[in-house]
């Protein structure tokens, strides 16, 4: 994660959270978590590194000697807002654990949070290390701090999805029939990287039929002329997610077979119903509501059983998190908040399509990250 977050900030806010709730402490292991609040990306090992967090009182990053010296290098620590304790390998880090959180558990049935990320081993061996205290998932708290992003947050959000519109780009100049599927997701992640990605995490290459699977895994099918293709793809810049989804009809060299008109009359409503949806974000809509928008356009057209997902969800560190635009979820958007709008419908064993684009909630209505163009990619070959 890039230096200069407000990491003192941050922090305080998380205590602040915790005593509103009535928390005792919080106990962060591995993820995004843990480098939002202090910056350390460490290494996914058995060994336990965590956040040890108390109600009132400094904090404390403990990790294992050996990773003791990166961790002593997050922003964090050199920024002097926490302390890093090592602990050897005949250390009990549990109950260092309890030792650091003992001056802040109150009453005789202390109630203590962690981040979801952390795993059962680690939960199971803190439950021994403080048998009186009881535990529960500390989303609330996290979910809080980090579902409305900073400005330099969404900045790093445009330009991973300015990275991604360029990477459709040039694959919608390239050649896609008698490719398989497997060869295009693998020039995908390339290009990312190349437009500047740390990393490509996904590159979802539906063609044909398989253009109906929301989550295809890309194999060895031929792109063939006359098909959709959908391209979903998404990485990771500078820590931060891109994420669009685009959909192609491929034509053939000669461009003779164009594009089917019941196919295009279904990615008209996807079009139309991913305009109205984002036309409606403002301050205040609620999750639900945003989802019912898309839904809506889909379902007075007779196709409401073939969209099959929700309408989206937030990004940032993390390619899901909150919020989660869906029914039931009545969390109304806040300034700031950022996330993906996605309907799409899906005909299983022909054909389906979807367009998708980062959004951010701003002060007057929606941010759209993704400049792209969102109609059907009409493309050679």
Not at 31 to 40: E, F, P, Q, S
Request: with cysteine; net charge negative.
């Amino acid at each position: 994660m890039s230096e200069g977050w407000d990491h003192a900030g941050r922090l305080g806010r998380a205590q602040a959270g915790l005593r509103d709730r009535g928390a005792d402490g919080l106990v962060i292991g591995l993820g995004a978590d843990l480098r939002y609040l202090t910056g350390h990306r460490a290494p996914a090992l058995e060994r336990l590194t965590a956040l040890v967090l108390p109600a009132r009182g400094a904090a404390t990053l403990l990790a294992p000697r050996l990773e003791a010296m990166a961790a002593a290098g997050c922003p964090a620590a050199r920024d002097g807002v926490l302390e890093v304790v090592a602990w050897d390998e005949t250390d009990d880090p549990y109950r260092l654990v309890a030792h650091r959180l003992a001056a802040s558990l109150g009453g005789s049935a202390p109630w203590l949070l962690v981040n979801a990320d952390l795993p059962a081993r680690h939960l199971l061996e803190l439950q021994r290390a403080l048998p009186v205290a009881s535990f529960a998932l500390g989303d609330e708290v996290l979910g809080e701090l980090r579902v409305v992003k900073e400005p330099a947050e969404v900045e790093r959000l445009r330009r991973a999805a300015a990275a991604a519109d360029r990477t459709i780009a040039s694959i919608a100049a390239g050649r896609l029939v008698g490719r398989t599927e497997a060869d295009v997701s693998h020039e995908v992640r390339e290009r990312l990287v190349a437009e500047g990605h740390d990393e490509a995490s996904f590159a979802i290459v539906g063609s044909g039929p398989n253009s109906a699977s929301p989550h295809h895994e890309p194999g060895d099918r031929v792109i063939g002329p006359g098909e959709p293709v959908v391209l979903d793809i998404g990485g990771t810049l500078d820590g931060y997610g891109s994420d669009i989804t685009r959909t192609f009809w491929v034509t053939g060299p000669d461009g003779s077979i164009g594009p089917d008109p019941q196919f295009v009359e279904l990615f008209e409503l996807v079009r139309r119903a991913q305009a109205a949806a984002t036309a409606a974000v403002r301050p205040g809509i609620t999750c639900e509501a945003l989802d019912a928008v898309a839904r809506r356009v889909i379902g007075e057209a007779g196709r409401a059983d073939e969209f099959l997902h929700r309408l989206g969800h937030g990004i940032g560190l993390e390619a899901h998190e909150a919020p989660y635009l869906v029914a039931g979820n009545d969390t109304p958007l806040r300034p700031g908040m950022a996330f993906r709008i996605e309907p799409g419908i899906y005909v299983a064993g022909r054909w389906g399509a979807r367009i998708e684009d980062i959004v951010v909630c701003g002060e007057d209505g929606p941010i759209v990250l993704n400049e792209a163009g969102r109609d059907l990619y009409v493309v050679p070959g």
